[in-house]
């Protein structure tokens, strides 16, 4: 029963709502914008409405299998599996030939319901550094950063951090062409 959710968690972690979303609107994602598959590229490309619709269904894919374990008689850290299996499912998704998202909005839904307290910290974060530079990956990468730290320091398990600390370093390798443009001064800041 524990493979079958994790194999569960995953598939509906693989589901692309942002090129979902783009199709309905004649727009294959992938081709415009920064060619992610992400809230923030539907938010440039396609409009608001629809970046906040993507960005609530992929928040979705990660909190629901996670709440399900929670709500269920299993021991915790099979809860934090199921999270990283739905992350892994948006970053590696199994029908766009395992490419994906940068899994910001996924892991934002596994932390959600894993560690709500270490979460609040890392998009306080995300939110200083929105305001005062405007770009979404930089909050992204900080954030990202962080929430490894945070869980460890509000009594996060073992398998907890482990987990939290590979969802991070996927998130942060995922924003390597980010990171290399905020570095020339290139990256595009978000414009509400």
Request: aromatic share 8%; charged share 10%; net charge positive.
């Amino acid at each position: 029963m524990p493979a079958a959710l994790v194999a569960a968690a995953y598939l509906i972690g693989s589901i692309p709502t942002g090129l979902i979303l783009g199709k309905a609107y004649g727009i294959d994602v992938r081709k415009e914008g920064s060619g992610n598959i992400g809230a923030t590229n539907l938010y440039r490309t396609v409009g608001r409405k629809i970046g906040v619709i993507t960005l609530i269904g992929d928040c979705l894919k990660g909190l629901l299998p996670v709440l399900a374990v929670n709500y269920s008689t299993l021991p915790p850290d099979y809860a934090a599996l199921v999270g990283l299996a739905a992350f892994c499912g948006h970053v590696f998704s199994v029908f766009l030939k395992f490419k994906g998202g940068k899994g910001v909005a996924t892991a934002l839904g596994v932390f959600l319901a894993l560690a709500p307290l270490a979460l609040a910290v890392a998009v306080g974060i995300f939110a200083a550094l929105m305001f005062f530079w405007r770009y979404v990956s930089l909050g992204s990468i900080a954030a990202a950063a962080v929430m490894p730290v945070a869980v460890a320091l509000t009594g996060g398990s073992r398998t907890l951090t482990l987990v939290t600390l590979v969802i991070a370093v996927i998130v942060i390798l995922r924003h390597h062409e980010n990171i290399r443009r905020l570095m020339a001064g290139s990256e595009s800041r978000f414009k509400a």
